[in-house]
């Protein structure tokens, strides 16, 4: 699960990492009065004003058909209102978000924490992740921060300094140091990076976090180091053991056919394509898509309706999978290992007649205990639907009725 900046942040200061503060606002009266707020707080007139959405880029990120980046320097309350004006309900297309880019719903009006005159505020890059390959955390640090880190990977990668955590000991003092000595700071602000890089550590790992990525992190001329940025991904898998941060879930960042499919238990995730699909099992989902692919179809989704296709799960699927616009033909592919074809079948059919006319095509695999049984009744049903038993068969009965 993803997080705004301003959420990361706020898991951030409970752990003690120096963080840029700001105040969240969704109106433009809401954000002058933020800016005020800061002003006041920071004795100055500079802040910044920043798009929360789910995606990284802002800074260099576009308002459509304006001349609004994501992210703005504002000098006063006017600037604040005009910036807020802009950035409020509209689209803000960046490299993260694709072409179709995302709504605007909050800003953050936040302090800044360049200081005039700063002649060399450093920007790093320091993220900590799940390394799955090795079975550990670790710690990514760059002195190239405030740039795009893809870049910086694909150009220089020898830039990137990696250090990885034991988790039978955890985040050692050598390593934090290390990481301190490798982007080149010493004195102070080595002393305040090993301090960071622990509280950091101590907040991803507390929060059972699957990335917490800072970039920048700031280095200021009184050797301040500094969280300016925040992008978290919560691990789904623990949020059960944290309903705090369960609670910082924005529906309206997430796609609307996913939101609903979670609420009815499916496993729904949105593609391209043309073909919707309806599997029983997350493996068999990613085998059925490849044979749709093998066959010159593109899937329009992948959908585990997971152990129990029954006529209620059933149906859920094909409500969500009949919303997308794109989909001009519909393949059900169920093993019928401790569910059984027939009563599949069944479920098919009083899901069909409860939703009425389905206005594509749907093939149907049922294979496994009661296969032909199943079979039999679709076949029977006198519905618009088609049935296979071989994997083959129905890929190739998919070209047919697209055709
Ligand atoms: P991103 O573009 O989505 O990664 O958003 P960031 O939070 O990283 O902000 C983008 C850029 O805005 C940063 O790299 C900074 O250069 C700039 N920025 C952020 N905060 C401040 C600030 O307090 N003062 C100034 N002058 N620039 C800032
Ligand atoms: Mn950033």
């Known amino acids: 699960m993803n997080i705004h900046e301003y959420q990361g942040k706020e898991i951030l200061a409970k752990y003690g990492v120096r963080i840029q503060r700001g105040i969240v606002a969704e109106s433009p009266e809401s954000a002058v009065t933020a800016y005020k707020e800061i002003a006041k707080m920071t004795d100055s007139t500079f802040a910044v004003i920043k798009s929360q959405i789910h995606a990284g880029g802002r800074g260099k990120g576009q308002i459509v058909g304006m001349e609004q980046h994501g992210v703005q320097l504002v000098k006063s309350a006017e600037a604040t209102k005009t910036a807020a004006t802009n950035l409020l309900r509209n689209v803000l297309v960046t490299h993260q978000t694709g072409p179709e880019g995302k709504v605007v719903n909050k800003v953050l009006i936040a302090e800044d924490v360049y200081y005039p005159g700063d002649s060399e505020p450093k920007e790093f890059y320091i993220s900590i992740l799940l390394d799955r390959t090795k079975g550990c955390n670790v710690i990514m640090a760059s002195t190239e921060g405030g740039m795009d880190i893809e870049e910086v990977a694909e150009n220089t990668p020898e830039l990137i300094f990696k250090e990885w955590i034991d988790p039978r000991v955890g985040l050692q003092g050598f390593q934090a140091r290390k990481v301190a000595n490798k982007l080149g700071l010493s004195g102070l602000a080595n002393k305040e990076m090993v301090k960071f890089i622990f509280s950091l550590y101590k907040a991803y790992e507390s929060s059972d976090a699957a990335m917490f990525e800072i970039n920048p992190v700031l280095k200021t001329s009184d050797n301040k180091i500094l969280a300016v940025d925040a992008k978290v991904d919560l691990d789904d898998n623990a949020l059960y053991r944290h309903p705090e941060l369960l609670a910082l ?155």
């Open 249 to 403: 879930r924005d529906k309206a960042e997430e796609d609307p056919m996913e939101v609903e499919a979670s609420e009815s238990d499916l496993n729904y995730v949105k593609l391209d394509g043309n073909v919707g699909c309806m599997v029983n099992g997350a493996g068999l989902a990613m085998a059925t898509m490849d044979i749709i692919k093998l066959y010159g179809g593109e899937p329009a989704n992948f959908l585990d309706v997971g152990g129990s296709a029954n006529a209620v799960t059933v149906e859920a699927g094909f409500r969500i999978i009949l919303k997308d616009p794109n989909v001009k033909a519909i393949f059900v592919n169920i093993f019928g290992g401790i569910v059984r074809c027939d009563r599949v079948a069944t479920g098919i059919v009083e899901a069909y007649k409860s939703i009425g006319e389905i206005p594509v095509p749907i093939v149907v695999r049922l294979q496994g205990t009661n296969a032909e049984e199943g079979a039999a009744i679709i076949n029977e049903s006198g519905l618009k639907v088609f049935s296979a038993v071989k994997l083959k068969e129905a890929a190739e009965l998919i070209q047919k009725v697209l055709k």
